[in-house]
């Protein structure tokens, strides 16, 4: 085998990899109550979990929770940035599906809150 194709198979060996590894985290819709800009997550997030919710250009997202946001995309692949504060708040630049990734205990606690 010669040397071009063994580092082709070994690309395609990680590419493989990375897509299964992207594919055994489930995304989770958030759920808001009726009449409610908020959604509820109680349970494990020792493995990471992804959630997903819709929002419109220019709304906010306060995310309230013991555990961590590792990341907030947008429906382009677009990773926000935290504004800070006490919670975590991010500024949609597009209306779409948003992406949240996070870890945490066994048993966590997290508030997702649009306005």
Do not use: W
């Not at 010669?2 to 493989?16: D, H, P, T, V």
């Amino acid at each position: 085998m010669s040397k071009k194709s063994c580092i082709q198979l070994c690309c395609a060996s990680i590419a493989s990899l990375a897509c299964l590894n992207a594919q055994a985290m489930p995304t989770s819709e958030v759920i808001f109550e009726k009449g409610s800009n908020c959604g509820h997550y109680q349970g494990d997030l020792t493995s990471g979990e992804l959630f997903s919710l819709e929002m419109s250009a220019e709304q906010e997202l306060v995310i309230s929770t013991d555990g961590h946001v590792q990341t907030v995309t947008d429906n382009k692949g677009q990773v926000l940035e935290d504004k800070g504060g006490a919670n975590y708040r991010y500024n949609a630049i597009r209306t779409g599906t948003h992406i949240i990734k996070m870890v945490g205990r066994v048993d966590s606690a997290v508030e997702f809150c649009v306005y």
